[in-house]
Nanobody
Framework: QLRLVESGGGLAETGGFLRLSCEASGWTLDYIDIGWFRQVPGKEREGVGCINSSDGSAYYANSVEGRFTMSTNAAKNTMYLQMNGLHPGDTATYYC?????????????????WGEGTSVTVSS
């Protein structure tokens, strides 16, 4: 059973940055498609980005393209989401996820495993 635990959320100012971490246990992240989602109360969860395990390609939502970057550390079995140029519209609970299929048109579709989420608040 794959378990995911996020950390790194918090408060940032507009234009600032945060780095979210998601530590995995029970399975190696290199062999599974992974991604990040975010959700604001009252709205649907939206995909932020994903990495395809077959070729390492990374895809991002238009809203974060050029500002957010996903990466992994195989030795730590951890994925990261570097968030730069933050603005209040990025305020949400962020979830890491694994499983399913990562593609450019649907990001991470059908993940099997989810973290519990970490809150990000960006002040204006």
């Amino acid at each position: 059973q794959l378990r995911l635990v996020e950390s790194g959320g918090g408060l940032a100012e507009t234009g600032g940055f945060l780095r979210l971490s998601c530590e995995a246990s029970g399975w190696t992240l290199d062999y599974i498609d992974i991604g990040w989602f975010r959700q604001v109360p009252g709205k649907e969860r939206e995909g932020v980005g994903c990495i395809n395990s077959s070729d390492g390609s990374a895809y991002y939502a238009n809203s974060v393209e050029g500002r957010f970057t996903m990466s992994t550390n195989a030795a730590k079995n951890t994925m990261y989401l570097q968030m730069n140029g933050l603005h209040p519209g990025d305020t949400a609970t962020y979830y890491c996820a694994a499983g399913g299929n990562c593609s450019s048109y649907r990001l991470l579709c059908g993940p099997d495993y989810w973290g519990e989420g970490t809150s990000v608040t960006v002040s204006s």
